[in-house]
């Protein structure tokens, strides 16, 4: 039976190189987006307000402001054991968490990592901006796929 190559990348297990999940966390930081609009429904959107953690190590946790109608959140993504990035969704201001998630990078020391849970991938070493925006909007979906609208 043939595969394509959409559903090879996808259906890979080799857990990604520490190192390389780091790389990726660290190019989300350095993409700095802000004022980005993305679509959750036909009527509701979140807005990326911008990185609060430009300053932090990438062994620590990454964290973007995002706007949801009048709610603000803060988007935490950090380094699990075993390649797994943790999605947090928390609001700001306020205390709990809203969303947790965990999702698997696959990938080997070479090429992009594949976050198959979100059907996206990234190669932390030729990275472009349009791609990294596109990596941090299916995030972002992922992060507010079970919360009620505000």
């Known amino acids: 039976m043939h595969t394509s190559p959409t559903m090879d990348r996808f259906s890979d297990t080799t857990p990604a190189p520490a190192q390389r999940a780091r790389a990726l966390l660290r190019i989300l930081r350095d993409l700095n987006l802000s004022d980005e609009r993305i679509a959750l429904t036909a009527e509701r959107s979140v807005r990326i307000v911008g990185c609060r953690s430009l300053d932090e190590s990438a062994d620590r946790a990454l964290v973007y402001r995002l706007r949801c109608g009048a709610l603000e959140y803060d988007l935490e993504l950090s380094l699990e054991e075993g390649a797994e990035v943790c ?9 709990g968490v809203t969303g947790e998630r965990r999702v698997k990078l696959i990938g080997g020391a070479a090429g992009p990592l594949t976050a198959p849970d979100l059907r996206a991938r990234l190669d932390p070493d030729l990275a472009l901006v349009k791609e990294a925006t596109h990596f941090l909007r299916r ?12």
């Open 87 to 95: 999605i947090r969704l928390v609001p700001h201001g306020r205390s």
């Open 139 to 150: 995030v972002v979906r992922a992060a507010f796929a079970d919360v009620s609208a505000a």
